[in-house]
C-alpha cells in the first residue's frame, strides 16, 4: 500500500513539474502571455481547395487574396503547396496565389491559412463608382425588367430605399409577377438577377464576397453582400435580408465583381473554410508565427494543427478542467452524481445552449422522459427494447421541441440538438431505475448533483483565463492528471460526511 502512494506520489510529481516547466519555457523563452491581457480576437482562417484533375492536362490554380479590407489587419499567411509551383502574383492592387504542376493523376486539396483581427471599426475606402455592366435580355425579358423598376420608383424615396425595397421584393414568398419572371429566366444565382436590375436602373453595383465569422464553423462557403453607389457614397446592403450597413461579424475577402477561385486541368473544384477565434493580443500572434521556425517546440503546438482541428481541440483541452471539478466535487465534497462522465457531457452542452436555457431544456427532456419510462415499465419490455424506445422518444422530443422553439422564433431552444441522445436515454433509465429502487429522494440528489457539478464545470470551462491557459499552454493537462492521481488516493473524510457525522463531534 505505502508503496502504490509513494509511486503514485512520484509519476504525479514528475508530471506536474513537466507541465509547468513546459508552461514556462513557453512564457519565457516564447513569449506566450500566461494571461489573456487586453482582449484581442483573433480569428484563425483557414481556406481549402480540393479539385479533381482532368486526364494529362497541366493544373493551374488561382486564388484571389483578402486585402483587409473594413479595418482588418491581416497578422500572417501561411501556403502549403507540396509538390505543387508557387507564386504569389502582385498587380492592380490586388494580390494572386497561383499554384503549378504539370501532370497530376489524383484528387487534391490545397491550403491557405491566415490570421486577422480588426482593431478598427469597419470602414470601406471609397472607390469610383462606374455603372455595372448590363446583362444581355430578351425583350421580355427587358420588358419585365423596366415594369419592376417603374414599380420599385414609385414606391421610393432615394436610392437607398429603391435597392431596399427590390432586395425585398426578390426574398418575398410571394413576388410580384414580372420579379418571379426574371429569377425563373435567369441561370444565374438571385444575387445576379439583382445586379442586374440595378445596372438596368444606372445605379453603379458590385458583389462584395466574404465569411461569415463564427467560431468553430468548418466547411464554410463564401457569402455574398451587394454594394451600390447612392450618388454619394457606397452602401452595403445585405441580399437576404435587405440589412443596410456591414455585419461585424463579416470578414471581406474580395469586394468587386470577378471570380475568387480559378482552376484550369482542374474539374468539381470546391472552396471551403474553417474558422477559429483565440482572445491573444496581436503581438502575440506575429511573435508566435516569426518564431516559428526558430524554436521546435512549436511544431507541437496546438496552433501547427489545421483550423478544422484547433476547433475541435479548444473543446477538447476543457475536458480534463471539467473532469478535475467532477473528481473534486465527489471525492473531497461527497456529491453523488448520476454516473462520472454524465456531468461533464451536461456541461459540454451547455457550452452550446448556454446555461439557463440548457438547464430548461434538460430538465424538460429528462422529465417527459421519466414519464414516459414508467409508462414503458409497466409493459415489461426486455432492457434492450426498453433502452431503444426511450432513445427514440428522446429523439422525438428534441425534434418537436426544436420545431415548435422555429415557430415561436425562439432560437436558442433549437440548440437542444447538442444534448447527447445515448447519455440522455441512459440517464432516463438509470434514474428511472433508481426510483423504483431507492425512492424519489435518491432521484433527486443524484441528479441535483448532477446537474451542480455540471453548472461548476461550465462555470469554470467559461472562464476567460482557463480557456486561455487549456488552449496556448495543453501541456498543463499533465499537471491536471497529476492532481487527478493524487486525489485518487485520498482516502479521508469528504465535506458531505463531517456534516453528516456533526452530531459525534464530542466539543458539543
Known amino acids: 500500500m505505502m508503496a502504490s502512494r509513494n509511486q503514485i506520489a512520484m509519476i504525479a510529481g514528475s508530471l506536474f513539474l513537466l507541465g509547468v516547466g513546459l508552461t514556462l519555457y513557453k512564457a519565457i523563452a516564447l513569449g506566450f502571455p500566461l494571461l489573456p491581457g487586453e482582449y484581442r480576437e483573433v480569428w484563425t482562417i483557414e481556406s481549402k481547395i480540393s479539385f479533381?484533375?482532368?486526364?494529362?492536362?497541366?493544373?493551374?490554380?488561382?486564388?484571389?487574396?483578402?486585402?483587409?479590407?473594413?479595418?482588418?489587419?491581416?497578422?500572417?499567411?501561411?501556403?502549403?503547396?507540396?509538390?505543387?509551383?508557387?507564386?504569389?502574383?502582385?498587380?492592380?492592387?490586388?494580390?494572386?496565389?497561383?499554384?503549378?504542376?504539370?501532370?497530376?493523376?489524383?484528387?487534391?486539396?490545397?491550403?491557405?491559412?491566415?490570421?486577422?483581427?480588426?482593431?478598427?471599426?469597419?470602414?470601406?475606402?471609397?472607390?469610383?463608382?462606374?455603372?455595372?455592366?448590363?446583362?444581355?435580355?430578351?425583350?421580355?425579358?427587358?420588358?419585365?425588367?423596366?415594369?419592376?423598376?417603374?414599380?420599385?420608383?414609385?414606391?421610393?424615396?432615394?436610392?437607398?430605399?429603391?435597392?431596399?425595397?427590390?432586395?425585398?421584393?426578390?426574398?418575398?414568398?410571394?413576388?410580384?409577377?414580372?420579379a418571379q419572371f426574371l429569377l425563373g429566366t435567369f441561370e444565374e444565382s438571385p444575387i445576379v438577377v439583382m445586379q442586374a436590375v440595378l445596372a438596368h436602373a444606372g445605379i453603379p453595383v458590385h458583389e462584395i464576397r466574404g465569411i461569415r465569422l463564427e467560431d468553430g464553423r468548418r466547411r464554410q462557403t463564401l457569402s455574398s453582400l451587394l454594394e451600390f453607389h447612392n450618388g454619394d457614397h457606397w452602401v452595403v446592403i445585405d441580399p437576404q435580408n435587405a440589412t443596410i450597413g456591414l455585419p461585424q461579424n463579416f470578414f471581406i475577402w474580395q469586394r468587386g465583381n470577378g471570380a475568387v477561385l480559378g482552376v484550369s486541368g482542374g474539374r468539381d473544384s470546391r472552396l471551403e473554410f474553417a474558422l477559429v477565434s483565440n482572445s491573444l493580443p496581436a503581438k502575440t500572434v506575429i511573435g508566435m508565427e516569426q518564431k516559428a521556425h526558430e524554436y521546435a517546440l512549436l511544431d507541437f503546438s496546438i496552433y501547427a494543427l489545421p483550423v478544422e482541428q484547433q476547433g475541435v481541440f479548444k473543446v477538447l483541452m476543457l475536458i480534463p478542467v471539467a473532469a478535475l471539478v467532477v473528481v473534486i466535487m465527489r471525492i473531497l465534497v461527497g456529491l453523488k452524481t448520476s454516473g462520472t462522465f454524465m456531468p461533464i457531457l451536461i456541461a459540454l452542452a451547455f457550452l452550446q445552449t448556454q446555461l439557463l436555457t440548457g438547464l430548461v431544456l434538460f430538465i424538460t427532456l429528462v422529465g417527459v422522459g421519466l414519464w414516459i419510462r414508467s409508462w414503458l415499465s409497466h409493459m415489461n419490455l426486455l432492457l434492450v427494447s426498453r433502452i431503444s424506445a426511450v432513445i427514440i422518444v428522446v429523439i422525438f422530443m428534441m425534434a418537436t421541441t426544436a420545431i415548435l422553439s422555429y415557430k415561436f422564433g425562439l432560437d436558442r431552444a433549437l440548440t437542444v440538438t447538442f444534448f447527447p441522445t445515448i447519455i440522455l436515454a441512459w440517464t432516463i433509465e438509470r434514474m428511472s431505475i433508481l426510483w423504483e429502487e431507492e425512492g424519489f429522494k435518491e432521484v433527486f440528489r443524484q441528479g441535483g448533483g448532477s446537474l451542480l457539478v455540471a453548472i461548476l464545470s461550465y462555470m469554470v470551462m467559461t472562464n476567460r483565463v482557463v480557456e486561455h491557459l487549456t488552449f496556448n499552454f495543453p501541456e498543463l493537462t499533465l499537471s491536471l492528471l497529476a492532481v487527478i492521481l493524487l486525489l485518487g488516493k485520498y482516502t479521508g473524510y469528504r465535506l458531505s460526511e463531517l456534516y453528516r457525522f456533526r452530531d459525534l463531534d464530542n466539543s458539543k
Not at 97 to 109: D, F, H, I, V, Y
Not at 128 to 149: F, V, Y
Request: net charge negative.
Open 52 to 178: 479533381k484533375p482532368r486526364k494529362d492536362q497541366p493544373v493551374q490554380v488561382a486564388l484571389n487574396l483578402p486585402e483587409g479590407h473594413a479595418g482588418w489587419v491581416v497578422l500572417e499567411e501561411h501556403f502549403a503547396s507540396s509538390g505543387f509551383g508557387f507564386t504569389i502574383i502582385d498587380e492592380n492592387n490586388s494580390r494572386e496565389a497561383r499554384w503549378t504542376r504539370q501532370n497530376l493523376e489524383s484528387p487534391t486539396t490545397l491550403y491557405y491559412k491566415m490570421q486577422a483581427y480588426r482593431p478598427t471599426e469597419p470602414d470601406l475606402p471609397d472607390m469610383p463608382a462606374t455603372p455595372g455592366k448590363e446583362p444581355l435580355l430578351e425583350n421580355d425579358q427587358a420588358t419585365a425588367m423596366e415594369r419592376l423598376i417603374s414599380l420599385m420608383h414609385e414606391q421610393s424615396a432615394d436610392t437607398e430605399s429603391f435597392v431596399a425595397l427590390m432586395v425585398t421584393e426578390f426574398n418575398k414568398e410571394e413576388q410580384d409577377r414580372d
